[in-house]
């Protein structure tokens, strides 16, 4: 999980590969994403014509028929021929034409604004449409993910990618793509038009263009790499703030406060050292455009009136000519701004590409089988596993349950007893040996079919925000109300729903505060049953429980043992004194097996493990 989680190792995408993957999510839409950028090409061509009409006003307010030299020679022509043919005086003639070229002004400034609007509307849809589509493929492969995969990533991060990483790779779409074409066909057209009305201007005007594109390059290649730190330090500060906000009681009760104000501190204080760089960054970029776009006007306006009394340029075209830098050097600003928009977005981008890149380290064997049924017989055979490299956790572990029976398994913390459940339902896999049931090795069972049959128990029990219901069905409208009731009562968890306030509507807080540990795992138990599994397993399921609470549990355990196999791990010897066999494990080797009786007879480990509980007890 490094490779997106270590923010110093993140993943780094070439820009065409991170368009590329991204192209897939634009492609159902590509028909109106084309409509939008034909949308965005009539823009650019319409808000070329106000320089014109501009220059054409100066040009018609300058009109001189005594010094035609100096005017523009289709303005001359109309004037005389509106003179001649209307009786039209010099004067009307500039009148009625400004008033003409003034309304053609106003409707190209709505036709604009119109167009404009369609094509906004148009883009922001198709972007929460990707968006949409994006942050589902996002959190489906985070679904998919091994539990190991997960737990080595804070879940603050994860976060960051679904939300504001998703959201600034929304910009790429609603924003950045259609104004980087419609800022370059500007740049392209104006710089055209440049050249058809004076080539001279235009080539004292190209003189720092190389200037301007060795800039664009280099705050290119800094900006993404300072991009990269900001959303580096965004996951950090969300990974911190899930965590210890989950954790605040624990922070609180142990007057941990001032030290986690201080970890926040420099966390955030780190993020804001970076997005001041990156504001720098970009702050010296924008202010060197416009230094550049200064130099242009002074050129412009030093140059352009020798051209003007030499008779090689009318006002009117010089007046257009002039607009038309600051319609140039306006989008190179605003590429700046696109540039700013376009670097966060692929920082993002990669951000997001490292997870969904990132393989399921358990994942369906091409000739896996759906089960539809469970005997419940469960072999381990000469298995081997370790979390890291060859710290070994079992050592060639060897055991056969058979269908129906209940087996604890106990020993000291850290001998492997969970990790044989997690094994059995592949949270993780093993390295070393074969796991089966019913004879069918785990690894050739489709995961979903596997853990749809198995029942899982945990010490630490989780409820969702929502309803008893929804928690006991996981929202599966399958089961009806007098279902889930019947569940609840086979497990002792009848009179706990019975006594609340709107009984299976009753409010579930998150995490399941508003419960104490006993009710949350009735709750848990009647949430197993109701799914009908094959086999159970219970792990710690009876820890941190009150006395009377454990007594219901109790009863509920005797019940489960005749619903198919049970496994349990419990610290607890008298949970698991009525096993069918107790199998007792020592720094993940099997040291001894048996009933409970069988084994006291032993006076072997899990005798020692008996006297020190029942001295204790006493």
Request: with cysteine; glycine share 4%.
């Given at each position: 999980?490094?490779?997106?989680?270590?923010n110093?190792?993140?993943?780094?995408?070439k820009?065409?590969?991170?368009?590329?993957?991204?192209?897939?999510?634009l492609?159902p839409?590509?028909?109106k994403?084309?409509?939008?950028?034909?949308?965005?090409?009539?823009?650019?061509?319409?808000?070329l014509?106000?320089?014109?009409?501009e220059?054409?006003?100066?040009?018609?307010?300058?009109?001189?028929?005594?010094?035609?030299?100096?005017?523009?020679?289709?303005?001359?022509?109309i004037?005389?021929?509106?003179?001649?043919?209307?009786?039209w005086?010099?004067?009307?003639?500039?009148l009625y034409?400004?008033?003409i070229m003034?309304?053609?002004?106003?409707?190209?400034t709505?036709?604009?604004?119109?167009?404009?609007y369609?094509?906004r509307?148009m883009?922001q849809?198709?972007?929460?449409?990707?968006?949409?589509?994006?942050?589902?493929?996002?959190f489906?492969?985070?679904?998919k993910?091994?539990i190991?995969?997960?737990?080595s990533?804070?879940?603050?991060?994860l976060?960051t990618?679904?939300t504001?990483?998703?959201?600034?790779?929304?910009?790429?779409f609603?924003n950045?793509?259609i104004?980087?074409?419609?800022?370059?066909?500007?740049?392209?057209?104006?710089?055209?038009?440049?050249i058809?009305?004076s080539?001279?201007?235009t080539?004292y005007?190209?003189i720092?263009?190389?200037?301007?594109?060795?800039?664009?390059?280099i705050?290119?290649k800094v900006?993404?790499?300072q991009?990269?730190?900001?959303?580096g330090?965004?996951?950090?500060?969300?990974?911190?703030?899930?965590?210890?906000?989950?954790?605040?009681k624990?922070?609180?009760?142990f007057?941990?406060?001032e030290?986690?104000?201080?970890e926040?501190?420099?966390?955030?204080?780190?993020?804001?050292?970076?997005?001041?760089?990156?504001?720098?960054?970009?702050?010296?970029?924008?202010?060197?455009?416009?230094?550049?776009?200064?130099?242009c006007?002074?050129?412009?306006l030093?140059f352009g009136?020798?051209?003007?009394e030499?008779?090689?340029?009318s006002?009117?075209?010089?007046?257009?000519?002039?607009?038309?830098?600051?319609?140039?050097?306006?989008p190179?600003?605003?590429?700046?701004?696109?540039?700013?928009l376009?670097q966060?977005?692929f920082?993002?981008?990669?951000?997001?590409?490292?997870?969904?890149?990132?393989?399921?380290?358990i994942?369906?064997a091409?000739?896996?089988v759906?089960?539809?049924?469970?005997?419940?017989?469960?072999?381990?055979?000469h298995?081997?596993?370790?979390?890291?490299?060859e710290n070994?956790?079992?050592?060639?572990?060897?055991?056969t349950?058979?269908?129906?029976?209940?087996?604890a398994?106990v020993?000291?913390?850290?001998?492997?007893?969970?990790t044989i459940?997690?094994?059995i339902?592949?949270?993780?896999?093993i390295?070393?040996?074969?796991i089966?049931?019913?004879g069918?090795?785990?690894?050739?069972?489709k995961?979903?079919?596997l853990?749809?049959?198995?029942?899982?128990?945990?010490q630490?029990v989780?409820?969702?925000?929502?309803?008893?219901k929804s928690?006991?069905?996981?929202?599966?409208d399958?089961f009806?109300?007098e279902e889930?009731?019947e569940?609840?009562?086979?497990?002792?968890?009848?009179k706990?729903?019975?006594?609340?306030?709107g009984?299976l509507e009753?409010?579930?807080?998150?995490?399941g505060?508003n419960?104490?540990?006993?009710?949350?795992?009735?709750?848990s138990?009647?949430r197993?049953?109701?799914?009908k599994?094959?086999?159970?397993i219970?792990?710690?399921a009876?820890a941190?429980?009150?006395?009377?609470t454990?007594v219901l549990?109790?009863?509920?355990?005797e019940?489960?043992?005749?619903?198919g196999?049970?496994l349990?791990?419990?610290?607890?010897?008298?949970?698991?004194?009525?096993?069918?066999?107790?199998?007792?494990?020592n720094?993940?080797k099997?040291?001894?097996?048996g009933t409970?009786q069988?084994?006291l007879?032993k006076?072997?480990?899990?005798?020692?493990?008996?006297?020190l509980?029942?001295k204790?007890?006493?």
């Open positions: 999980m490094s490779n997106f989680d270590d110093k190792h993140v993943r780094v995408y820009d065409r590969v991170i368009v590329k993957r991204l192209f897939r999510y492609k839409h590509l028909p994403f084309i409509v939008a950028i034909i949308l965005t090409i009539m823009i650019v061509f319409i808000e014509l106000p320089a014109i009409v220059g054409q006003i100066i040009g018609l307010l300058n009109v001189d028929l005594n010094e035609p030299a100096k005017s523009d020679e289709l303005l001359i022509k004037a005389n021929y509106c003179i001649t043919n209307f009786n005086s010099l004067k009307d003639f500039k034409g400004s008033m003034v309304g053609a002004f106003v409707l190209v709505l036709i604009t604004a119109v167009i404009n369609v094509s509307m883009l849809k198709i972007g929460q449409r990707i968006v949409t589509d994006l942050r589902q493929d996002l489906e492969h985070i679904e993910l091994s190991g995969q997960i737990n990533t804070p879940v603050g991060k976060v990618r679904v504001s990483d998703v959201n600034a790779i929304s910009e790429l609603t950045v793509f104004n980087l074409a419609k800022f370059i066909l500007t740049i392209v057209f104006v710089y055209v038009m440049m058809i009305i080539p001279i201007l080539l005007v190209s720092i263009m190389p200037i301007l594109a060795v800039t664009s390059f705050f290119n900006s993404r790499s991009y990269r730190k900001v959303r330090c965004v996951s950090n500060v969300n990974a911190f703030l899930s965590e210890n906000l989950s954790g605040m624990i922070t609180q009760i007057n941990q406060e030290k986690k104000f201080k926040f501190k420099d966390k955030n204080d780190e993020l804001r050292l970076n997005s001041i760089k990156e504001v720098l960054i970009f702050g010296v970029f924008r202010p060197f455009i416009y230094v550049l776009y200064v130099i006007q002074i050129i412009v030093y009136f020798g051209i003007i030499q008779g090689k340029l006002i009117a075209n010089y007046v257009t000519f002039y607009r038309y830098t600051g319609n140039l050097f306006n190179i600003q605003q590429l700046a701004d696109q540039f700013n376009l966060s977005a920082a993002s981008s990669e951000r997001v590409l490292a997870i969904l890149d990132t393989a399921p380290q994942v369906d091409e000739d896996a759906e089960i539809d049924h469970f005997e419940g017989k469960i072999e381990f055979d298995v081997w596993f370790a979390y890291n490299d070994w956790i079992l050592q060639d572990v060897s055991f349950i058979q269908p129906k029976q209940t087996v398994f020993g000291a913390t850290g001998a492997g007893k969970t459940l997690a094994l339902v592949r949270n993780y896999e390295q070393k040996g074969e089966r049931i019913d069918i090795p785990v690894n050739k069972i995961i979903e079919s853990r749809k049959h198995v029942g899982q128990m945990l630490d989780f409820l969702f925000s929502g309803t008893i928690n006991i069905t996981l929202k599966d399958r009806t109300d889930v009731m569940a609840a009562k086979y497990v002792n968890a009848d706990l729903i019975n006594r609340l306030d009984k009753y409010k579930v807080y998150e995490r505060v419960f104490s540990s006993g009710e949350r795992q009735l709750l138990f009647a197993t049953i109701i799914h599994p094959n086999i159970i219970l792990d710690e009876t941190n429980i009150d006395t009377e454990e549990i109790q009863d509920s355990l019940k489960m043992m005749n619903v196999t049970m349990i791990v419990a610290h607890r010897l008298s949970t698991v004194q009525h096993a069918d066999v107790i199998i007792v494990l720094k993940g099997i040291m001894e097996s409970h069988e084994l007879a006076k072997g480990l899990y005798h020692n493990l008996y006297e509980q029942y204790h007890m006493e």
